[in-house]
């Protein structure tokens, strides 16, 4: 699988990020997965640049309402700019009397806060409850992004002579909403889209996800409008014969589907060892095949009791257990070696009957059926929990008869007693064996909107090696009630975030930690270099480093002090953006210790599955064998913090996507992640 999308980032922009919008509309439409559009399978058609007044895309549901699309890859807060004419298609295909339709400006996560946080917020919080209740709860900020909105809708009536109307300006507002959506080229979500294709068995999925982008691009010069039913027939093509046990189109991307699996359950079929000599030679492995249930629906064979004593008589030890003779045989076949003995003994059952049609037996099998749709995560081994990721998976059945367990085990976790029906292929595990007991359902989940500190770190880094502060090391406790506030020179105020979400302090941390920015605001100004901060992305340093980083993109807004305000419950929302700051992050577990991957003290964490390959073959021509070990999935920023509390604590570091220079082991690209704390502690030693 490749680590970049097949349309490069050539067509990143513009048409080009409209046709990626379109393109994850239609992939995740055919894979039939949920996405911020809607529910699987639930979207008919996509329109491109159709003769309506939005233009850009559409999409037709099942249920006959459409979703009209605005597609910017990145766009600015401005009234009188770009944002300006998306409310004015929104006006004007309000104005052509549609019903049932929603309007979604579609952006990515670069473009600036004020958009993807205050009119995100705004226009959720105004359709989700009445006027006045808006007014009441919401903070002023979030007002203030409604009324401008308003005012610009009713200069956009009035230009197009069309009566002052608020009900109608009130109708576009509670139709519109922003969708962030970040499928750039090389963005996490791209590449947890493309492997979706690959786990979906479509070869080539890098090249699937390219020819989906370079189609959409196709239609929208020729302002097609296409079945999804269509796109899923032609994409056919591109995947592989299905495997034995399918996957199942609904929630997880691998979820199996064994609704049509007739399980075997009318015999028992083991492989043992003879404990004495009643029966065959002690120590000689022999087969027996056995009944299971009795005339009244019960087990006739105890696996509990050890020594496994069939019919009560002879003594054996259980070495594999299986529900048929060719299900056992497979076993054996793969575990060279696990036979004692000169000979294999085998004792079959001696029966005409269909043990399959049984009323037990068919009993049992319909407990199966339903213990599998109890597992909510089939692809997590039923032993040790971790994701299995296996070309070929046990598929096994555990616990009582009343109540039994029905999902996967890895092939090192199956247990003597555990009882194998079937097994599961895993083409993608095959193809990708580097990627061990990775946990691509998880990963997919949390791939959308994550990674921000590592997005953010790419836009403003100077060299091929970037240093990053992390700042979780601190006990926190309970979550104080107080903010502090910076207050703006020209008017207004921000609130100190942290990662994206208020910072909250006790009265005592937030009285301090005011003081210190005072003493910093009070030293830039008197260098004649005061601290800033930008109207639309909220960048916030000294005015000198802001004109480096956005030159006159945005206006700097000087800051003029910072105090201390109680929390307040309504700032929440307009100070948080969805997603994670430093996860989903991978790193690699050392299978016989438990410990992570490191060199020297460097902790190996990786951004993107599809290039774990490249990674460990440059690792290993550094010198550094990676052998026995597994992938595990960071998937919350409290999970990273704890990890990286860990690491701290051994005098470790991270290091993201480290690639090195073979001939002298120097780091050539990469993140080292170090505690605040102990880049404080360096730099006090000098």
């Known amino acids: 699988m490749s680590g970049h999308g097949g349309a490069g980032a050539s067509v990143s922009s513009g048409a080009g990020f409209q046709a990626r919008v379109a393109a994850f509309a239609l992939v995740s439409s055919i894979c039939e997965i949920e996405t911020v559009f809607g529910p699987a399978t639930a979207i008919e058609q996509v329109g491109f640049e159709t003769r309506t007044n939005i233009d850009d895309l559409n999409l037709l549901f099942k249920d006959g309402s459409r979703s009209y699309i605005q597609a910017k890859a990145t766009i600015g807060f401005s009234l009188d700019g770009e944002l300006r004419s998306v409310f004015q298609q929104f006006e004007e295909q309000d104005a052509a009397g549609g019903k049932e339709e929603r309007y979604l400006l579609v952006t990515s996560g670069r473009a600036v806060k004020k958009v993807t946080n205050d009119l995100r917020l705004a226009l959720d919080a105004f359709?989700?409850?009445?006027?006045?209740?808006?007014?009441?709860?919401?903070?002023?900020?979030?007002?203030?992004?409604?009324?401008?909105?308003?005012?610009?809708?009713?200069?956009?009536?009035?230009?197009?002579?069309?009566?002052?109307?608020?009900?109608?300006?009130?109708?576009?507002?509670?139709?519109?909403?922003?969708?962030?959506?970040?499928?750039?080229?090389?963005?996490?979500?791209?590449?947890?889209?493309?492997?979706?294709?690959?786990?979906?068995?479509?070869?080539?999925?890098?090249?699937?996800?390219?020819?989906?982008?370079?189609?959409?691009?196709?239609?929208?010069?020729?302002?097609?409008?296409?079945?999804?039913?269509?796109?899923?027939?032609?994409?056919?093509?591109?995947?592989?014969?299905?495997?034995?046990?399918?996957?199942?189109a609904a929630g997880d991307i691998l979820q199996v589907e064994l609704g049509g699996v007739d399980f075997p359950c009318g015999k028992e079929v083991v492989l043992a060892r003879a404990l004495d000599d009643e029966l065959t030679a002690k120590g000689q492995s022999v087969v027996l095949e056995m009944r299971r249930f009795d005339g009244r629906c019960g087990e006739l064979l105890d696996f509990t009791a050890m020594p496994f004593r069939p019919n009560g008589r002879p003594a054996f030890d259980?070495?594999?257990?299986?529900?048929?003779?060719?299900?056992?045989?497979?076993?054996?076949?793969?575990?060279?070696?696990?036979?004692?003995?000169?000979?294999?003994?085998?004792?079959?059952?001696?029966?005409?009957?269909?043990?399959?049609?049984?009323?037990?037996?068919?009993?049992?099998?319909?407990?199966?059926?339903?213990?599998?749709?109890?597992?909510?995560?089939?692809?997590?081994?039923?032993?040790?929990?971790?994701?299995?990721?296996?070309?070929?998976?046990?598929?096994?059945e555990l616990g009582s008869l009343a109540d039994p367990q029905l999902g996967l085990?890895?092939?090192?976790?199956?247990?003597?007693?555990?009882?194998?029906?079937?097994?599961?292929?895993m083409p993608m595990a095959e193809k990708h064996p580097e990627l061990v007991n990775f946990d691509a359902n998880a990963w997919f989940k949390a791939s959308n909107g994550g990674q921000r500190t590592l997005a953010n770190l790419d836009t403003l880094r100077t060299g091929p090696v970037a240093h990053i502060a992390w700042g979780g090391l601190a006990a926190r406790g309970p979550l104080g009630q107080f903010l502090v506030e910076v207050s703006l020179k020209d008017g207004g105020s921000e609130i100190v975030t942290r990662r994206n979400v208020l910072h909250r302090f006790t009265k005592m941390e937030a009285e301090e930690f005011a003081e210190e920015l005072n003493a910093s605001f009070d030293h830039q100004r008197k260098i004649g270099d005061p601290m800033c901060f930008t109207d639309q992305s909220k960048g916030f340093a000294p005015r000198s480093i802001l004109i480096e980083q956005f030159g006159n993109r945005e206006k700097r807004r000087e800051v003029s002090s910072a105090s201390v305000r109680p929390y307040d419950q309504?700032?929440?929302?307009?100070?948080?953006?969805?997603?994670?700051?430093?996860?989903?992050?991978?790193?690699?577990?050392?299978?016989?210790?438990?410990?992570?991957?490191?060199?020297?003290?460097?902790?190996?964490?990786?951004?993107?599955?599809?290039?774990?390959?490249d990674h460990l073959e440059n690792w290993a021509e550094t010198g550094f064998e990676v052998e026995d070990y597994e992938i595990v999935a960071i998937l919350t920023d409290a999970e990273f913090d704890d990890f990286m509390s860990w690491?701290?604590?051994?005098?470790?570091?991270?290091?993201?996507?480290?690639?090195?220079?073979?001939?002298?082991?120097?780091?050539?690209?990469?993140?080292?992640?170090?505690?605040?704390?102990?880049?404080?502690?360096?730099?006090g030693d000098g």
């Open 570 to 613: 309504k700032l929440v929302a307009l100070y948080s953006q969805p997603g994670q700051w430093y996860a989903p992050l991978l790193y690699l577990r050392h299978t016989p210790t438990g410990y992570p991957v490191a060199f020297g003290e460097g902790i190996m964490f990786l951004t993107n599955p599809a290039t774990v390959k």
């Open 647 to 683: 690491a701290d604590a051994q005098e470790m570091i991270g290091v993201v996507d480290a690639l090195f220079k073979p001939w002298s082991r120097e780091i050539a690209s990469g993140a080292i992640i170090m505690s605040i704390e102990r880049i404080s502690a360096i730099h």
């Open 318 to 396: 259980i070495i594999l257990r299986a529900a048929t003779v060719k299900g056992l045989m497979r076993l054996i076949r793969d575990r060279p070696g696990i036979i004692t003995g000169d000979e294999l003994g085998v004792v079959e059952l001696e029966t005409n009957e269909d043990l399959e049609a049984d009323p037990c037996v068919a009993a049992h099998r319909q407990r199966l059926h339903n213990a599998f749709q109890k597992n909510d995560k089939p692809l997590r081994c039923l032993h040790c929990a971790e994701a299995v990721w296996e070309p070929v998976a046990e598929v096994v």
């Open 127 to 248: 359709r989700s409850s009445p006027e006045a209740e808006f007014l009441r709860d919401q903070p002023q900020a979030i007002k203030e992004v409604i009324e401008a909105v308003r005012r610009t809708l009713n200069e956009l009536r009035v230009a197009a002579k069309r009566d002052v109307d608020v009900d109608a300006v009130d109708r576009i507002i509670r139709k519109s909403k922003v969708i962030i959506l970040d499928v750039e080229a090389e963005d996490t979500l791209e590449q947890s889209t493309i492997l979706l294709l690959q786990m979906r068995k479509y070869v080539a999925p890098s090249g699937v996800w390219g020819k989906a982008i370079a189609d959409c691009i196709t239609f929208a010069k020729a302002r097609r409008t296409i079945a999804v039913a269509d796109i899923a027939k032609d994409f056919e093509k591109f995947r592989v014969a299905t495997a034995e046990m399918a996957e199942k």
């Open 409 to 425: 085990v890895h092939k090192r976790c199956l247990q003597p007693t555990d009882r194998v029906i079937g097994e599961a292929n």
